[in-house]
């Protein structure tokens, strides 16, 4: 149950974010909208405010525009219209609505990292977390024990602990650690990790958080943002590229990993959010036909043209769109089953 409604609540606020950039854009640049509407379905409750109607609606998962003008046939709005507003305003009104998945983030990691700091690892060789099933669990090591000494040679930080431990695969240490101010002794064993390439005991370093003032925290939270969105656009140049593998979760994976975040507790669900929207921002901005990015493609194109394309022509570019989009679908679908149910 936790599951299903934080999945509405994270689907309902990214799309309506989405939906909301939009319309501020359309209403900036003089279109009629006429609805603008949050959920789907049979209405709830409809209010008229000015020339557009406000609605709320049964299905709460995001909501919709409805500018006039959208459609060349549908000439209700006179130059008020979509198809009548110059190329760059109708390209401004399209990118609005990725533009605001990206800056959402901004905020929340703005106000993840003002009321929670910033963590950076410790200098000082403490067990922040003991990982369960490592040779440091095994060993009897607890979250909070410094570590002294390993064979007698002293330990004074966190990097001569991880130093001596990296090239040490299956040696046995005599460690001496601290607990709650008594020393101890235990016999730690490092094991090799193919895939961190050296030895690993199971453990993380302790954690110091800083606080910092409001700008400083704005300032980490646009520069955190910027990172993620140049690291998930490297990723899909290399998907793209065959460079790395497809492994894209569906709307089934997406709603699992909400379920887990919501468990895990209300700092992990923000930041996963943020992470969500990046995410739907990025890709809507894909050239791909039906996204928000196949609109400005075809916006581009009839600029270079110098009118629009024709409806058979614009006709076949949606069909592509929506067949490669349900392809995605599928494989993403796919993806998911296998990694739930098979796994």
């Keep these: 149950m936790v599951t299903f409604f934080s999945a509405i609540v994270v689907f309902g606020i990214l799309v309506l974010i989405h939906e909301l950039g939009h319309f501020v854009m359309a209403k900036k640049t003089g279109m009629f909208v006429r609805e603008f509407a949050i959920g789907f379905g049979p209405k709830l409750i409809s209010r008229k405010f000015g020339e557009t109607v406000y609605s709320i609606r049964c299905v709460p998962l995001g909501g919709f525009n409805d500018i006039a003008g959208m459609d060349p046939s549908d000439s209700e709005a006179g130059e008020r219209a979509y198809y009548r507003k110059p190329i760059l305003y109708r390209m401004v009104v399209i990118v609005a609505g990725a533009a605001m998945n990206l800056l959402l983030p901004v905020f929340l990691f703005w106000g993840l990292i003002y009321f929670n700091g910033v963590p950076s690892p410790s200098p000082e060789p403490v067990l922040g977390q003991v990982l369960k099933n490592t040779p440091a669990f095994r060993a009897g090591l607890k979250d909070g024990d410094r570590i002294v000494s390993m064979d007698g040679q002293k ?184 990694r739930i149910f098979f796994k």
């Design 155 to 338: 330990i004074s930080s966190w990097q001569e602990f991880t130093t001596l431990v990296r090239d040490s695969a299956g040696q046995s240490y005599k460690v001496i650690f601290e607990r709650n101010g008594k020393r101890q002794e235990t016999t730690l064993t490092p094991e090799y990790n193919e895939q961190a390439k050296r030895a690993l005991v199971g453990v993380h370093s302790d954690v110091i958080v800083k606080q910092v003032g409001m700008v400083e925290a704005f300032s980490l939270a646009v520069e955190r943002n910027m990172f993620i969105i140049s690291r998930m656009v490297s990723g899909i140049g290399e998907i793209i590229s065959g460079d790395a593998a497809g492994d894209v979760s569906g709307p089934i994976g997406v709603v699992q990993m909400t379920g887990e975040m919501a468990h895990a507790g209300m700092l992990p669900l923000i930041n996963f959010v943020a992470l969500l929207s990046l995410n739907l921002g990025i890709v809507n901005l894909l050239p791909i036909p039906a996204l928000d990015g196949g609109h400005v493609v075809v916006l581009l194109l009839e600029a270079l043209r110098g009118k629009p394309l024709g409806e058979k022509a614009l006709g076949y570019i949606q069909m592509v769109g929506i067949a490669c989009l349900a392809t995605i679908m599928l494989f993403a679908t796919k993806n998911d089953i296998v």
